[in-house]
Nanobody
Framework: QVQFVESGGGLVQPGGSLRLSCAASGSISSIAAVAWYRQAPGKQREAVATITNVGTTNYRESVKGRFTISRDNAKNTVYLQMNSLKPEDTAVYYC???????WGQGTQVTVSS
């Protein structure tokens, strides 16, 4: 089973950008779908974006036009480019293999002035 390690989080001002990385312990080329989730304090974990092994993407409404999910099978890494960040994007972000995956440690994103 492939394990993911998230990185790239940090503190950014509103309107800023971050790129999150999700590095896999093995090949991701056969993984049908990978998703980025996030969990804000006191809230349930929610799906943010999904990408399939053929590149089909889906986004939750609140991030459409601001976030872009991508995958690099050669580097066994999935990315989440986040632009025009808002305070409500503050959360711990996780990636997950949607078919039998397990949660990693996540990476903290804080959007604040």
């Amino acid at each position: 089973q492939v394990q993911f390690v998230e990185s790239g989080g940090g503190l950014v001002q509103p309107g800023g950008s971050l790129r999150l990385s999700c590095a896999a312990s093995g090949s991701i080329s056969s993984i049908a779908a990978v998703a980025w989730y996030r969990q804000a304090p006191g809230k349930q974990r929610e799906a943010v974006a999904t990408i399939t092994n053929v590149g089909t993407t889906n986004y939750r409404e609140s991030v459409k036009g601001r976030f872009t999910i991508s995958r690099d099978n050669a580097k066994n890494t999935v990315y989440l480019q986040m632009n025009s960040l808002k305070p409500e994007d503050t959360a711990v972000y996780y990636c997950l293999d949607l078919v039998g995956g397990s949660w990693g440690q996540g990476t903290q994103v804080t959007v604040s002035s």
